[in-house]
Each structure stands twice: as C-alpha cells, then as structure tokens.
C-alpha cells in the first residue's frame, strides 16, 4: 500500500492573480515616495482604502508594540474617525489586536484578520460585540509595520468582507514588502521640515555617513584612524544630539539629507 504524499505548499506565485498583484504593486508604489511622517501615514492608508477598496483604515504608531495602540494622534478614517475619545478612554486596552495571540500573528506574517483569533476572552469580545460591531465594523483585520523608530498596526475596518486564502496571502505578501520600505522611514515625527542633523560637527556627520554605509565601530575606526572607544563617543554623541533613537533612523536622516542636496 503507497503512503499519501502530501501536496506541496502553495507560493504566492501559485495563488495571486494579476489583479491582486497588481494592487500590491500600486500601493508599494505609493509609498515608495510618500516619504516620512505624516505624508507616510496619509499616502499609505489613503492607498490601502482606495486601491484594496476597505472602507475604514486607521493607522496607529508608537515607539514598541504595546505603546501604538495609546498614541495620541493616530490617523482614522471613517467609521472609526468620530471614535477616538471613547476608544482611548474605555476601549484600548480591550483591543483584539493587542492580544498576545494577535501579536504573534501580527509580528510574524504581518497581516492578521479577527478570524485568526478564536476564543477571544471577555473583554476582547465586549471589544468586536459592544465597539466594533454597532459602529458598522463587523470585520477587522490589521497590517504590522517596523519603522526606524517604532512600530505601526495599519487597522482595516468593513461591514462585511470575507478575507479568503488569496486575500490573506495578497495581504502578507503586501506587508513584507512593505516592511522593506518602512524601515528606514521615520514616523514619530514630521522629519521633513526639521534637519535632526544640523547641530553636528562636519567630523560627527562623517562619522553618520559611515553608519550609514554599514560600517561597525571598528570599521568606523579603522576608517578614520581613530581609536573604537572614540567613535564610540561620537556616535553617543551624534544620538544624543540629533534625538534619533538607533541606527536605522540615522540612516533615514542621512539618505534624506543626501537626496535634497542632490
């Protein structure tokens, strides 16, 4: 007797269609040159509503995953923009995507809908059953985003919609590409207008743009002729002065400046 052979795991490119890939490619598109800050933020949620037709879509940022759900001046769109007093005060913390099971999911494949949580405890379906529903949001699903200085959850609010197989792999192949671009894009504040590298010296700036090139402290130091323990003073430095939490985010600022002088 043969022993069944179990199919092989579908790809993407064994399940999208045109169509979807399509839409994927537009909003990339779109946030490709959104971009920092709030023109991130409005380019992307207005692409993600307009190109995969979702009626309400909110974007929360904060500096760690447990933080984005109490920032302060999230975008909301629709359904959800009369909300945000009565969310923040008596809803966020009851919210199913802060649920450790959501966040795995979230963290993981970047895209997760209500249908991935079973069993919900009390206060999360008080949440979907007393919130969500009668405010004419009966689905939910959320998009997870790393920047260079903090993390996002894209919320994706419908009457009814049904996320089949496709629609989810669509969305998870969207949300790793996505995470490609956002992670040298800084949300936390409007960057665009305000240099955070004009209080460097000329020496600390080279040592920003060797950062940037992906050098470590002992390539930095071997570069510049340099001890480690000094570049590792400048670079205190350089963070301490510019307010930029991590490299990443230093190479944001680099880039942009780089790209306006050209």
């Given amino acids: 007797m043969l022993s069944s052979v179990p199919e092989p795991t579908r790809s993407w490119r064994d399940t999208l269609s045109p169509e979807h890939l399509r839409r994927i490619l537009e909003v990339l598109d779109v946030c490709r040159?959104?971009?920092?800050?709030?023109?991130?933020?409005?380019?992307?949620?207005?692409?993600?509503?307009?190109?995969?037709?979702?009626?309400?879509?909110?974007?929360f940022f904060g500096t760690t995953f447990p933080t984005l759900f109490a920032?302060?001046?999230?975008?909301l769109t629709g359904a959800a923009e009369p909300l945000l007093d009565v969310y923040q005060e008596r809803w966020r913390e009851k919210?199913?995507?802060?649920?450790?099971?959501?966040?795995?999911?979230?963290?993981?494949?970047?895209?997760?809908?209500?249908?991935?949580?079973?069993?919900?405890?009390?206060?999360?379906?008080?949440?979907?059953?007393?919130?969500?529903?009668?405010?004419?949001?009966?689905?939910?699903?959320?998009?997870?985003?790393?920047?260079a200085d903090g993390e996002a959850l894209v919320g994706m609010f419908d009457r009814e919609r049904h996320w089949d197989q496709v629609d989810i792999?669509?969305?998870?192949?969207?949300?790793?590409?996505?995470?490609?671009?956002?992670?040298?894009?800084?949300?936390?504040?409007?960057?665009?207008?305000?240099?955070?590298?004009?209080?460097?010296?000329?020496?600390q700036i080279e040592v920003a743009e060797l950062i940037t090139d992906g050098l470590t402290n002992a390539e930095i130091a071997s570069a510049l002729t340099l001890t480690e323990m000094t570049v590792k003073k400048y670079v205190s430095r350089i963070f301490e002065t510019t307010g930029l939490r991590n490299r990443a985010a230093l190479t944001a600022s680099i880039l942009r400046r780089q790209g306006s002088a050209i």
């Avoid at 949620?45 to 979702?54: H, L, N, Q, R, S």
């Avoid at 379906?125 to 949001?137: F, N, R, T």
Wanted: zero cysteines.
């Fill in 169 to 203: 792999t669509a969305m998870r192949l969207l949300a790793s590409h996505l995470r490609v671009t956002s992670r040298s894009v800084v949300i936390g504040a409007d960057v665009e207008s305000v240099d955070a590298l004009s209080g460097l010296t000329p020496r």
């Fill in 71 to 75: 920032d302060p001046a999230p975008l």
């Fill in 95 to 147: 919210d199913v995507f802060a649920l450790p099971q959501a966040r795995r999911a979230l963290t993981d494949d970047g895209f997760a809908t209500l249908d991935d949580l079973a069993r919900l405890p009390v206060p999360q379906k008080s949440y979907v059953e007393d919130y969500l529903a009668p405010h004419g949001m009966g689905t939910a699903s959320a998009i997870h985003l790393r920047f």
């Fill in 33 to 59: 040159t959104s971009g920092n800050g709030t023109r991130f933020k409005e380019n992307l949620v207005d692409a993600v509503a307009t190109i995969f037709d979702v009626r309400d879509v909110t974007f």
